[in-house]
């Protein structure tokens, strides 16, 4: 795959990032780099090796069903640009 | 036959269904926050669930279980080898940007349940369950142009259980998310307590010309919370989609919201690229390996379900299709039941009971059927007072109420208030002498052959004991005594 300029731009979108042009270029550039190299990972043969979905080789890590005091609020909302009745507030937004 | 807006001889309806379904777990999917409903906003957070960078979640083994126990009981396969990915999306409900869900490994496939459908029984195939969070929950302040955002909700787990496209009807649909309520419910993974959103469902409908194979171009209309929004939505939806198709338009893919307050369905103002959710596996939890033996060890916890005790009611205890089904569509009422007939062994008198007077009871104050006011001994009791003759079915309607309302003890009740049948034949056969004596000119009309004179003598008798002699035994005895 070939990352043109529109896909450059549609994944900016996705990832709700602007780029000035010049940061474009260089973003295209990286992007076709990486596939560039995923190529060369292609070229291996991988016959013999199982799939994994992850680096480390753990499964199972789980907690028990047990609560723990959560944060005071007023720290969780010290995160918040603006609060009120105890809530985080933004601008209106309708899915 | 209901009557439709529009035309539908000509469409066969096709539904599909995705039902969230959060589970009542203490604690969140990936932290120790607590779950409870109802807490002021904001006091149930954490680093981990607000989505602060750096935070590392670990999993919940309870919603692994929940799954597995919910999988099971819907006759799925379990995904031994599963694990989690990101959908990434940005919306202020979830702090983090993504959602931790499950798109390529979901935890249970190929199941299905049986519901009443609209030609007798039928199977409503899953097509999979998986586990994800919930997110936070957002209020809408139209006049400041503002949002409030309250993370409570955020991190709570939820099971999305996907249907295949299997039903044709709203009353499906409904008859589907009872059956999977039921389910859960007596599973104890979830209370599926609409109302508190505890259970929502995301409605796909598409029509297609009637017999077709093809399927039509299918909508989703999003969150609905309760059996009467789903329903009219679906009515609505179909409506619209065949007025479409009967103008020549066509009906286009896209995503839906019903205003239950207006009764009206609109599209969903969305961005083009919303879509695109860029899953990839999550890399801060580890993948899990769900083994032979965990399977077998809920598997033999999973309790009698709802199905599988209608089954044994009909033929145990003989009861109707009916009285079974809504028994047994509250665990707490059917057990109750159980707990009933096991002391008394007249499952019909037991359910009539609280199907009658038990249920409006229960309605009138309420109550839900966890909380009945009285205990099953009680109920025994009256049963084999009626059973036995001793007291009539006035009495016994009265008693009921009484224990139920004032918790008194029947039995002893009734001997307080005098309230027996009066039993004894010696006794009967002197009241009816008596009454006899007492109304010569009845006596006369009912040998001159006005046999409606009895009734008057009956009545007189039934009076004098307030309702308490068999009226059967009384008209014997009457016209045994006169035929002399």
């Known amino acids: 795959m070939n990352i043109d300029a529109k896909m450059v731009d549609y994944v900016a979108e996705l990832a709700?990032?602007?780029?000035?042009?010049?940061?474009?270029?260089?973003?295209?550039?990286?992007?076709n780099n990486i596939l560039v190299y995923m190529d060369i990972l292609n070229e291996l043969?991988?016959?013999?090796?199982?799939?994994?979905?992850?680096?480390?080789?753990?499964?199972?890590?789980?907690?028990?069903?047990?609560?723990?005091?959560?944060?005071?609020?007023?720290?969780?909302?010290?995160?918040?640009?603006?609060?009120?009745?105890?809530?985080?507030?933004?601008?209106?937004?309708?899915? | 036959m209901a009557e439709y807006y529009s035309d539908r001889s000509k469409y066969d309806v096709v539904i599909g269904l995705e039902v969230h379904v959060e589970m009542s777990t203490k604690t969140k999917i990936f932290c120790g926050c607590s779950t409870?409903?109802?807490?002021?906003?904001?006091?149930?957070?954490?680093?981990?669930?607000?989505?602060?960078?750096?935070?590392?979640?670990?999993?919940?083994?309870q919603v692994v279980q929940n799954a597995i126990a919910a999988g099971l009981a819907t006759n799925c396969e379990i995904t031994q080898?599963?694990?989690?990915?990101?959908?990434?999306?940005?919306?202020?409900?979830?702090?983090?940007?993504?959602?931790?869900?499950?798109?390529?490994?979901?935890?249970?496939?190929?199941?299905?349940?049986?519901?009443?459908?609209?030609?007798?029984?039928?199977?409503?195939?899953?097509?999979?369950?998986?586990?994800?969070e919930d997110a936070g929950k957002l209020s809408h302040h139209d006049n400041?142009?503002?949002?409030?955002?309250?993370?409570?909700?955020?991190?709570v787990p939820l099971m999305e259980i996907v249907s295949e496209p299997d039903?044709?009807?709203?009353?499906?649909?409904?008859?589907?998310?009872?059956?999977?309520?039921?389910?859960?419910?007596?599973?104890?993974?979830?209370?599926?307590?609409?109302?508190?959103?505890?259970?929502?469902?995301?409605?796909?409908?598409?029509?297609?010309?009637?017999?077709?194979?093809v399927l039509g171009t299918r909508t989703e209309t999003k969150n609905l919370n309760s059996f009467k929004a789903i329903t009219r939505a679906i009515e609505w939806e179909i409506d619209r989609q065949i007025d479409l198709l009967e103008n020549g338009e066509k009906v286009v893919q896209e995503?839906?919201?019903?205003?239950?307050?207006?009764?009206?369905?609109?599209?969903?103002?969305?961005?083009e690229n919303a879509h695109d959710y860029r899953y990839f596996p999550e890399p801060d939890l580890a993948p899990m390996h769900i083994s032979d033996e965990w399977i077998a060890e809920v598997k033999a916890k999973i309790p009698?379900?709802?199905?599988?005790?209608?089954?044994?009611?009909?033929?145990?205890?003989?009861?109707?299709?009916?009285d079974a089904g809504m028994i047994v569509r509250s665990k707490a009422l059917a057990l109750f039941c159980e707990e009933t007939v096991a002391l008394c062994n007249e499952p019909k008198e037991v359910v009539n009971f609280l199907m009658g007077d038990g249920l409006r009871l229960l309605n009138e104050n309420c109550l839900d059927a966890k909380d009945m006011p009285f205990a099953p001994k009680q109920l025994s009791d009256l049963v084999s007072l009626v059973v036995k003759g001793s007291i009539n079915k006035t009495t016994a309607k009265a008693v009921f109420e009484k224990i139920f309302r004032e918790n008194i003890d029947p039995i002893e009740y009734v001997k307080a208030n005098n309230l027996e049948m009066v039993s004894d034949e010696e006794e009967l056969v002197q009241m009816v002498a008596d009454v006899i004596a007492a109304n010569p000119k009845s006596v006369a009309d009912y040998k001159g052959g006005k046999k409606a004179a009895l009734g008057f003598l009956v009545g007189q008798i039934m009076r004098a004991t307030k309702g308490r002699a068999n009226a059967a035994r009384v008209n014997e005895l009457i016209r045994e005594m006169l035929q002399d």
């Open chain 2, 304 to 322: 009698e379900l709802p199905q599988q005790k209608q089954a044994r009611y009909l033929n145990e205890w003989q009861l109707s299709e009916y």
């Open chain 2, 167 to 213: 039903m044709t009807s709203a009353t499906e649909a409904c008859a589907y998310m009872e059956a999977l309520a039921a389910i859960m419910s007596y599973l104890g993974v979830s209370d599926c307590k609409l109302e508190e959103g505890s259970m929502r469902g995301d409605i796909n409908v598409s029509i297609k010309p009637k017999g077709s194979s």
């Open chain 2, 36 to 61: 409870a409903f109802g807490a002021e906003p904001n006091t149930q957070t954490c680093p981990v669930c607000t989505g602060m960078p750096g935070v590392l979640p670990v999993l919940n083994e």
């Open chain 2, 255 to 271: 995503t839906r919201r019903w205003d239950d307050e207006k009764g009206i369905g609109y599209t969903m103002r969305s961005k």
């Open chain 1, 45 to 95: 043969d991988t016959e013999n090796v199982q799939a994994m979905t992850h680096v480390f080789d753990v499964n199972n890590v789980f907690r028990a069903d047990e609560i723990k005091a959560s944060y005071p609020r007023e720290e969780i909302l010290k995160n918040a640009l603006a609060v009120e009745d105890g809530c985080f507030v933004v601008p209106k937004t309708v899915e």
């Open chain 2, 81 to 132: 080898n599963c694990k989690f990915d990101r959908k990434n999306y940005f919306y202020p409900d979830l702090p983090k940007a993504f959602q931790t869900s499950q798109l390529y490994l979901p935890i249970c496939r190929n199941g299905w349940v049986e519901i009443n459908g609209d030609n007798g029984k039928k199977k409503v195939r899953i097509h999979q369950i998986h586990m994800e």
């Open chain 2, 144 to 155: 400041t142009g503002e949002t409030f955002i309250d993370y409570n909700r955020c991190g």
């Open chain 1, 16 to 31: 709700k990032l602007r780029l000035s042009e010049e940061e474009k270029l260089r973003m295209g550039e990286d992007l």
